[in-house]
């Protein structure tokens, strides 16, 4: 689905992405492509988005929690990539968060960049 053709919702203000960059899946999240996705989706009428990429470690948990209630509210949180949803091959390491809590979850290791605007598109739906 292109961005054109989401309909406006309940929404005043357009689509801002935010990326946290963990680990490996941030390569991919912060590609030229998905860069040209979120500026794509700027003219969408829609919630902030919070993109989580990347092995969310216990060190890290609180970080990434601050930086998720930072962005204003209405927000979608994305957790992009296996390691983001359920610790991926680290799941039984004492030092990895089993997964954090996100409304849009794309699978992969790592997921290509047009499945985080795919995700995104269908939320907005």
Known sequence: MHPSTVPNGP??????VHYLNLACCGVEAGSEQA???????????????VVVAGTVTQAAADMVTAEIDRVAQPRLVVAYGVCTIAGGPYWDSYCVVPGIPADVVVPGCPPRPEALSAAVLEVLR
Do not use: F, I, M
């Open 35 to 49: 860069r040209a996705t979120a500026e794509a989706l700027r003219a969408v009428p829609g919630p902030n988005v």
């Open 11 to 16: 929404y005043s203000e357009c689509v801002d």
